[in-house]
Structure formats: structure tokens, C-alpha cells
């Protein structure tokens, strides 16, 4: 979560939602009508050139070539959570997903999980502000019911803002946090994971981070140095990484059991199939779900 309102990893997001939602139902791996509303003018009109498919195509390669695997990656994981999110509704009993830094993330209106589940999402109050007053413009009430926590981490914790309401008994929780990779968030981390284990056993986490081994030699990784720089400019520079071999002991560490623990080359070979052969870069990216015993 951010001490200060930063979006620019979020519009990027949005916009790779956005180009994906462009393609053909039956060629997207899912389908985000919301996500174009918190891109600038430039963006949108970028956007609306990916209704024809070689203009598409065109700017997914300048994105490869700029930014390389960030695309696909992006689009491949956000499928994968999509998943993890209801697979873990209908099969696992959650019934509220709170969604830390949710910045532009649209889950609570675009899932379609077919069961009674209550959004929560956490974020700094001027960043929220902006993301309501853009999603009235185009649903003017509310797809679905959002529970908006305002938190600021300069002067706040997780279980300063956390209601009671949403703890009592009844409630099973998941957990999403997109985006440990600062030696801030880190920091947070050790309060933030404290507060989830005081929730009964069963309580789910998924949360992303770097690889550690490309803070230590980013030029070994391709594109890594484009990407932190562009994420360094915006002031969103990543800092902080875990080894993938050390992911087990770190959740055994915090009462957690790992469900799921995966790079961009696993969850786009899962989503792409074979067109993943040919996407490279990003792989540092991890995904983890993992369940508190």
C-alpha cells in the first residue's frame, strides 16, 4: 500500500486490462469494460485504434520491445487471480476478498463468481476518491457493493482502519496484495501479515513479488533495467525481492502453508499454451497463494 497516492503502475495495469478487453471474446483471456475510465487521453486514444487487430498488434510489439514480458505477463497473472479468486469463493468457502492497494483493480465489478461475496478494498483516500469519481462516470451506481477502506500509511496501520464487522464469525477472508517489491511495503509487511494471522485458520493470501536474484543482477534479466527505470521515474522504484527457494520457510515463518508459487514463464504457460514458447521477459514477476493453518 502506498504512503503516497502513486498510479503509475496501476494505469499500466489498466491499460493492459484494456487492450485485452479489446481483442475478441473468444481471443481474451477475460473481459474488463471498466478499465479504460482511468486511462489519460493518450491512453484512450491508443486504445481505440486496438479495436482493429494489426494496431493491436503493433502496439502490444512496442510495448514488448519497451517494456519486454510486462504485457503478457500482466494480462496472464491477472487471469490466474481471477481464477484463484473464485475457485477460492466457490470451492473454499470465502466470502470477503479484501484487496490491499487495490489502486485501479475492478474485480469486485467484473467477476462474475455466481455466489455471495463481499469486496473490500484498501488504498490511500485520495487515490480512492479518484477511482470512485471515475467509476460514477460510467456506472453511476455501483455494479456491485465495495466496502472502501481509507488508509494511510504514514499515519495508520491495517488494524487501525480494519472494521469489526468485517471479523466476526461467518466471515472467511482472502487476502490480495499486488505489488511486494519496496523495502517500504516490507517494512509493512511484518504488521500487515501479523494482523491477517489473528483471522481463523483457513484465512487465504495471495500476494506478488520479485525474484530477489534480479535486484542482484538485473542485467541478467531481460528488460529488467527499462522497466525499473520507467517504475524509478515515477517514483514506484522496486527495491525488495524474495528468493522463490526461501517462499516456504517465509510463510511457514508467518503460520501460513503455500498453495501456489509461480514466475511469468508458469502462469503465462498456463494461459497461453503454446504461444507462450515465443513470450519472454518478466519472469522475476512471482505470484504466491498460500492459506494460514
Request: aromatic residues 12%.
Amino acid at each position: 500500500m502506498s504512503r503516497a497516492p502513486a498510479t503509475k503502475s496501476g494505469t499500466y495495469m489498466a491499460l493492459f486490462r484494456a487492450i485485452e478487453t479489446s481483442k475478441p471474446e473468444e481471443e481474451r483471456l477475460f473481459n474488463d469494460p471498466f478499465a479504460a475510465a482511468f486511462l489519460s487521453k493518450y491512453h484512450r486514444t491508443l486504445l481505440a485504434g486496438c479495436t482493429l487487430p494489426f494496431i493491436r498488434k503493433i502496439l502490444s510489439a512496442y510495448i514488448q520491445l519497451r517494456w519486454p514480458g510486462t504485457h503478457t505477463a500482466a494480462v496472464a497473472r491477472t487471469k490466474l487471480i481471477d481464477d484463484m479468486i473464485i475457485k477460492a469463493v466457490r470451492e473454499d468457502g470465502i466470502n470477503q476478498v479484501v484487496i490491499l492497494s487495490a489502486t485501479f483493480d475492478t474485480r469486485a465489478h467484473r467477476l462474475n463468481i455466481g455466489m455471495p461475496v463481499n469486496f473490500v478494498e484498501v488504498d490511500h483516500p485520495s487515490l480512492q476518491y479518484f477511482k470512485k469519481q471515475k467509476l460514477h462516470e460510467i456506472l453511476h451506481s455501483p455494479a456491485k457493493f465495495v466496502d472502501y477502506i481509507k488508509l494511510d500509511m504514514n499515519t495508520q496501520r491495517l488494524a487501525d482502519v480494519f472494521s469489526s464487522v468485517m471479523l466476526h464469525n461467518g466471515i472467511k477472508t482472502l487476502f490480495l496484495w499486488e505489488g511486494l517489491t519496496t523495502n517500504m511495503e516490507a517494512r509493512e509487511a511484518e504488521s500487515i501479515f501479523k494482523f491477517i494471522g489473528s483471522f481463523p485458520p483457513g484465512t487465504q493470501v495471495i500476494f506478488t513479488y520479485a525474484d530477489k536474484a534480479v535486484l542482484e543482477k538485473p542485467h541478467a534479466f531481460r528488460g529488467f533495467s527499462r522497466v525499473n527505470r520507467t517504475l524509478r521515474r515515477a517514483g514506484e522504484n522496486w527495491d525488495y525481492g524474495l528468493h522463490p527457494t526461501d517462499i516456504t520457510a517465509f510463510m511457514h515463518n508467518r503460520n501460513m502453508k503455500v498453495l501456489y508459487d509461480g514466475g511469468a514463464d508458469k502462469y503465462r504457460e498456463e494461459y497461453f499454451k503454446e504461444k507462450s514458447r515465443n513470450m519472454k521477459g518478466y519472469e522475476y514477476f512471482r505470484v504466491v497463494k498460500s492459506e494460514l493453518k
